[in-house]
């Protein structure tokens, strides 16, 4: 029986020990709001940059803000695009031959949640017109969605989703 009760008693300090080292506590509680605030701005920025980028440097700007790494990886439309690093290295040397200008707008209504202090979610509308060598353009719209990551001191995304919508049926 006394084994039982140290088992116990020893179970118990374990867990108040994590609890008050914030090991188990929920990442996004963990910190604090002021915190959380400047974190919210500094991927908010980020955003905002990587449009400002996309729109004056053309599709290849997109390299420096994706995560050089394995893990990353987008999808559009609900179909994988990229599926690491390497890959959206490949693709967007292809599609910067095609497209040389993109113009990107987020919406205005650009939302960030502050996960930890390292990753936050972005989510937003775009707007692109995407214009291609012979002079054509094509507009785009959609919502985008990617989860930024904090590395080196600088935030990337480790991973992107764009997504247009799809025409519904047509009613009489």
Request: net charge neutral.
């Amino acid at each position: 029986m006394w084994r039982v009760r140290w088992v116990m008693l020893l179970a118990a300090a374990i867990a108040a020990g994590f609890a008050a080292t914030g090991a188990w506590a929920d990442g996004a509680q963990a910190i604090t709001s002021a915190r959380r605030e400047a974190v919210a701005q500094s991927v908010r920025q980020f955003a905002l940059s990587v449009a400002a980028d996309v729109s004056r440097e053309g599709p290849a700007a997109w390299r420096g803000h994706f995560l050089d790494s394995p893990a990353f990886f987008m999808a559009v439309n609900g179909r994988m695009q990229f599926a690491d690093s390497q890959a959206a290295t490949q693709g967007i040397q292809d599609v910067s031959r095609a497209i040389p200008r993109i113009e990107l707008h987020w919406g205005e209504d650009l939302r960030v949640d502050v996960l930890t202090p390292e990753f936050a979610m972005v989510a937003s509308t775009f707007h692109e017109v995407l214009t291609d060598r012979e002079g054509h353009a094509d507009r785009e719209s959609g919502f985008f969605t990617g989860l930024a990551e904090l590395r080196g001191g600088r935030w990337q995304f480790r991973n992107v989703h764009w997504s247009v919508p799809v025409a519904g049926p047509k009613t009489p």
